[in-house]
């Protein structure tokens, strides 16, 4: 019903071409979009997909001015039928409403209520429409019951719902989001999702969500495009649907049993971060063999991280006891890319650790394998968060280690990213190396994983092989 | 739960009451040095903080509080000749009683104003604060908020990188304790380089954030209110005011009547005092009361 309203598109692109400014590393740089149109009616709920790099981003951003990139720009874009250009900062926040990636970067107050308040005391609104909004607002997403709370509180899933809130609370009429849920968990994307969904059908907002991963979206779509060379070209929305893309088609083949000898055994730990903070591990129970993968699944606070700095040493127990017999030899892969990389170059960064026995070849020849090696010369902190996360991996990787220790290694990968990795893990468990891996992604889990422990309640609630694992899943099932 | 307790002395009036409430509490203590104000402010500040931050909380800050006043009690007779009153020798140095009082109450007063210090923040909670700024200064306050936030993050990544580089025990040495000094330092200029550099990469981010939801789109910026000032809010703030003036001209007389040098005068018990002691017992009082209440209903 939301879409036979108004004649005037919510969005429309014509011939739009895009390239970066010129700097030092490409003086002539290539276009990033090019001759690309699209018309996005209003009440519509549209997909962008593509991989990473393939201009999702800018194009999103170039349908907002203030946060445009710099670069010359060619063909037009509007907005409810007026062309970006002409819209100032203040009509352009009023209309159109961007969420971004990362839901901790884009929250800028301390408290909840302050936030949501933020863009409403940008535009110089009354008290009186502030305080029905905001409480429309809450009333809407349910956020009540934390309304009072910190930001620094909230959990993932909680603070890209209040980015989502905080964006439409000015009511803007177009929604822009980029990859807004390649961060969350699973239950907290399905969540959110149907939160958008809502609001594009109660609210009639036209929602255009950028992503890598449609699958969980498809449903609530209209339309989907796909960029390719740089322009979206409509596709079917059914062709978007299919299982596990690329990871599915890596074989069950190669990963046996594992029937290694005992290396890793964590028995009745207890973990809590303060003193009187809650034990976020409660008599946790684990056993790793050489050879084996097991994936660590449950929801967020369910303490899986924290299992795997247990087993790492980083994280002390309180109770209980940990025998590592490679805890000499062990590498262990942050949910932060970044708190591995500190050097100058990429090349810098893959030989950093070239002390533990690998050459410049070796370290040559993974990054080529992992689409890293046109950005060996560039600052690690100039390429794209799936660059980083591959450069980390690669990096740990090199040390050849005999226990690898992973956290959610697919965090905003795209699907030839996550075969790589996939590939990658499943080499080194060939080769004898014990791997602990915790993940959201369930396509991976069952590519890469013998064998799957499912926590909850900071205990190890089940250990299984990984095929009955999945099979027998309610959650985890699908 | 002691913080939730003890915000119950304040919590129903707008921000202005407390902030009277503890301009007005310090000031004078900084300014009146005189034993039984001194003693009055201590007891009273101890009590809130029992109050609203918890015994516990309490005790671990005296811990290192109390050795801080004896030593400002003991280190001052040994530098200050004046008195008249020696109490004993100490090899050639005469111990003398003035400059024990006068050290006593330094270190009295010291301890009150951290105490009472601990006890503002307390209640009046950066939040609060900065919603009360944020509405005549708002790139001030959004700056002093981001500010705050930057720090904790800060130490909490430097941890973070830390321990992730221990943990990467197959790198060969990187991360390892046993690596030499220059090394040791040559891996922490780099990760406070690095630290830096993912903070600034994150504020772009957020700068990009602030400015899709139209930072800086109008000068005439709104505020929201989240505490309205009512007529009982000014009523009280007014009550506390003259509350403060009175025990400000009553702290003048006892100041006047008091010396530490050459000789300490007697004190003499005056209704003067009163009206500090109701003051400094005010909100710990109305806690307490509250507890009670609830005890009783619950």
Known sequence: ?478 | MGRRSGQTAFEGVHLVVPAVYFVGTIGLGIFVLQPVYVLLSVVGALLFGGCCRGWRAVGRSLAWQAPLVMLVCLVNPLFSRSGATTLAWLGPLPLKLEPLAFGACMGGMLVSMLQWVSNATCVLTQDRVMGMAGRRLPVVGTMVSMAVQLLPQLLRRHALVASALDACTASGGGGQPSASGRARLGSYVRSSTMLMSWAMEDSLERSDAMRARGWGATSARSHYRTELLRSRDVLYASALAAMVGANVVLAIVAVGEWRFYPQLPTLEPWWGYAPYAVLMALPSVLALAERLRWNRLG
């Open chain 1, 1 to 478: 019903m939301a879409s036979s309203r108004g004649e005037v598109p919510a969005l429309q692109l014509d011939g739009l071409g895009f390239s970066y400014a010129a700097a030092e590393v490409a003086p002539s740089p290539e276009p990033v979009i090019c001759s690309a149109s699209l018309t996005v009616p209003q009440g519509a709920f549209v997909l962008l997909v593509g991989d990473t790099g393939s201009g999702k981003t800018t194009l999103m951003r170039l349908c907002k001015p203030e946060i445009a990139p710099e670069g010359s720009m060619r063909g037009t874009v509007r907005v409810l039928g007026r062309d970006v250009h002409e819209l100032d900062p203040m009509a352009s926040a009023r209309s159109v409403g961007y969420v971004f990636q990362s839901p901790d970067n884009q929250i800028v107050c301390d408290s909840v209520c302050h936030e949501l308040a933020f863009g409403l005391e940008n535009l110089g609104v009354p008290q009186d429409q502030m305080r029905r909004r905001i409480a429309e607002t809450c009333y809407f997403f349910g956020i009540e019951p934390w309304f009072h709370a910190r930001c620094a509180e909230l959990s993932g899933g909680q603070r890209q719902l209040l980015a989502l809130a905080s964006a439409l609370v000015m009511r803007p009429r177009l929604l822009l989001l980029d990859e807004p849920t390649s961060m969350l968990d699973p239950v907290a994307e399905k969540s959110f999702l149907s939160l958008l969904f809502r609001v594009n059908r109660e609210l009639g907002v036209t929602v255009v969500v950028a992503t890598h991963a449609p699958q969980a979206m498809v449903d609530y779509a209209t339309t989907a495009f796909r960029m390719e060379g740089g322009a979206p070209r409509q596709v079917e929305l059914g062709s978007l649907r299919g299982g596990h893309g690329l990871l599915g088609r890596i074989g069950d083949d190669g990963l046996a049993e594992p029937s290694g000898e005992l290396r890793v055994s964590l028995g009745d730990a207890w973990y809590r971060y303060e003193r009187d903070g809650r034990w976020v591990l409660r008599s946790a129970d684990l056993s790793l063999r050489a050879g084996e993968v097991r994936a660590l699944v449950g929801g967020n606070g369910s303490g899986k991280s924290t299992l795997l700095m247990a087993v790492a040493g980083i994280a002390r127990l309180q109770r209980g006891r940990l025998s590592n017999a490679l805890s000499r030899s062990q590498a262990y892969l942050p949910q932060s890319p970044k708190a591995l990389l500190s050097r100058e170059t990429v090349e810098a960064e893959l030989m950093e650790w070239s002390a533990s026995g690998y050459g410049r070849d070796e370290a040559l020849a993974l990054a080529s394998a992992l689409g890293l090696a046109s950005a060996l010369g560039r600052h690690p902190y100039d390429l794209s968060g799936g660059q980083q996360q591959l450069l980390a991996f690669a990096k740990v990787l090199l040390t050849r280690p005999r226990l690898l220790l992973l956290d959610e290694p697919t965090k905003g990968l795209d699907d030839a990213a996550r075969v790589l990795v996939a590939t990658r893990v499943r080499d080194a468990a060939r080769s004898g190396c014990a791997v602990l891996v915790a993940t959201h992604d369930v396509a991976f889990a069952r590519v890469v994983a013998t064998s799957c422990s499912l926590l909850f309640d900071g205990q190890v609630s089940l250990t299984q092989d990984a095929r009955s694992f999945f099979d027998e899943s309610w959650v985890w099932g699908a």
